[in-house]
T-cell receptor
Framework: GENVEQHPSTLSVQEGDSAVIKCTYS??????FPWYKQELGKGPQLIID?????GEKKDQRIAVTLNKTAKHFSLHITETQPEDSAVYFC???????????FGKGTMLLVSP | DAGITQSPRHKVTETGTPVTLRCHQT?????MYWYRQDPGHGLRLIHY???????DKGEVSDGYSVSRSKTEDFLLTLESATSSQTSVYFC??????????????FGQGTRLTVV
């Protein structure tokens, strides 16, 4: 089945710095790559997604890039703020199950 | 927020007892999912449903069963709870399957402890 690797597992930055989280996937048929943010005590919530026919997508301070050839995609957060502190999950759709396979998560800590 | 309610939110149970977790949605979405979240493992799919009485296994389905008799309710049952099933369980819903690129909405989670 699909395998999604996510790095790093923890990331600490200073407020105002940029943060980058990277994921790789194994199934070349995967075509949908969402990113979820999970705040403490809550369920994950979609923050941005990208489809395989697009190389980059931006939404204010958040951007996602996709390299289909290398089978990796990344989340970029600019001008980080303390409220960005959370666990971030990448995911990929797996053609066999028609469900999402998640990475193991990245705990982002933004210090004031 | 999407209308998803998980119950109970917290539960402590003894090894060997049966446990049922409930997920209720008010969005009329076709797909419903159960995930478990454990440190170092992220979110892993247990079972999912693509319609009333239509279910399929995920990657960690052993020891779990599910039922969906109505569009709005998806039940997860641990027939005989074990300590390895101590986890946080999340229900999610989506209008269609992941291949059609639709957003999955998650519930607040149920923290289950098996002692």
């Amino acid at each position: 089945g699909e395998n999604v690797e996510q790095h790093p597992s923890t990331l600490s930055v200073q407020e105002g710095d940029s943060a980058v989280i990277k994921c790789t996937y194994s199934d070349s048929a995967s075509n949908y790559f969402p990113w979820y943010k999970q705040e403490l005590g809550k369920g994950p919530q979609l923050i941005i997604d990208i489809r395989s026919n697009v190389g980059e997508k931006k939404d204010q301070r958040i951007a996602v890039t996709l390299n289909k050839t290398a089978k990796h995609f990344s989340l970029h957060i600019t001008e980080t703020q303390p409220e960005d502190s959370a666990v971030y999950f990448c995911a990929a759709s797996y053609s066999g199950y028609s469900t999402l396979t998640f990475g193991k998560g990245t705990m982002l800590l933004v210090s004031p | 927020d999407a209308g998803i309610t998980q119950s109970p939110r917290h539960k402590v149970t003894e090894t060997g007892t049966p446990v049922t977790l409930r997920c209720h949605q008010t969005e009329n979405h076709r797909y419903m999912y159960w995930y478990r979240q454990d440190p170092g493992h992220g979110l892993r799919l247990i079972h999912y449903s693509y319609g009333v009485k239509d279910t399929d296994k995920g990657e960690v389905s052993d020891g779990y069963s599910v039922s969906r008799s109505k569009t709005e309710d998806f039940l997860l049952t641990l027939e005989s709870a074990t300590s390895s099933q101590t986890s946080v369980y999340f229900c999610a819903i989506s209008e269609s399957d992941a291949q059609l690129n639709t957003e999955a909405f998650f519930g607040q989670g149920t923290r289950l402890t098996v002692v």
